[in-house]
């Protein structure tokens, strides 16, 4: 049984600003049946969840600021209207990998938006980048770091294209992470930073590998295009398509 397909919001952020109702229903129509947010709910959390509903479509993950502090109560109460079960750490500034105390001080914070998220029977995972695993000056990876102090019920949503960019072998992490690693990050491009991405296929990733190291822990493939030189919609059809075209992944279309 394959994985089905979700796209990251992101991807499509400016359109959102212009249109958020025609934007999604776009993505309905080419098949995609998962979106994960990224701070933008339309006229709100409960509307969306509604449009969502309406498109067959529904959250297959949510990127926000941690549920800790005065953000806990407003991102718990925005993945209860949306029906979203999972809460995911985007992203945390570069410096804050550039030593084992600091990585440690980041893992306890993580811990803790891990628990309160637990707590509201939700699943709380972080997302790399390239630089959790680009070497630290001891030569030790931070992202192997974070796995010595996070706690085990704290889960992973790898980015594929940006563990190729550090160097790393995305197959391999994903392999390796195994039942903590439920959503993958799909991706194409040249796996540099700075330079634009492209539709899935009509890049460097090997994308088949990195699909068949997750295997049946997969529960999502979310498409993302953090940039893109050619038209986003195009791309994104373009990478729905590739994957239905290989059998790597399942929509509604």
């Known amino acids: ?5 979700g796209i990251q919001l992101y991807s499509v952020r400016d359109a959102l600003k212009e249109d958020f109702e025609g934007t999604l229903r776009r ?17 709100s959390p409960e509307s969306m969840a509604r449009l969502l509903k309406s498109l067959g479509m529904r959250v297959c993950g949510m990127h926000c600021p941690l549920p800790v502090g005065d953000n806990k109560n ?33 893992c306890d914070e993580l811990n803790a938006a891990n628990e309160n998220a637990r707590a509201q029977g939700l699943r709380f995972s ?3 980048h390239d630089f959790e695993f680009t070497p630290m000056a001891d030569g030790a990876l931070p992202h192997e770091v974070m796995r010595q102090y996070l706690a085990p ?3 992973f949503e790898v980015d594929t294209y940006w563990v190729q ?8 992490v994903v392999r390796q992470l195994g039942a903590r690693a439920p959503l993958l990050h799909i991706k194409d491009g040249p796996a540099k930073r700075g330079v634009p991405m492209t539709a899935l296929g009509e890049g460097v ?4 590998q990195v699909i068949n190291a997750g295997g049946a822990f997969t529960e999502w493939e979310i498409v993302e295009l953090d940039q893109c030189a050619t038209d986003i919609f195009e791309a994104i ?5 590739y994957l239905i075209g290989k059998g790597l992944a399942h929509g509604a279309k």
């Open 165 to 172: 960019a550090a160097g790393g072998d995305p197959a391999a």
């Open 205 to 208: 990733i090997n994308i088949t």
């Open 237 to 241: 059809r373009t990478s729905y398509k």
């Open 74 to 106: 407003k991102v718990l109460e925005i993945a209860a209207a949306l029906g979203n079960k999972d809460v995911i750490c985007a992203w945390m500034p570069p410096e804050r990998f550039a030593t084992r105390d600091g990585i440690k001080t980041l």
């Open 126 to 128: 972080y997302h790399n």
């Open 27 to 43: 993505l309905a129509d080419m098949g995609y049946i998962g979106v994960e947010t990224a701070n933008n709910y339309g006229e």
């Open 1 to 5: 049984m394959t994985a089905p397909i």
């Open 153 to 155: 019920t704290v889960s």
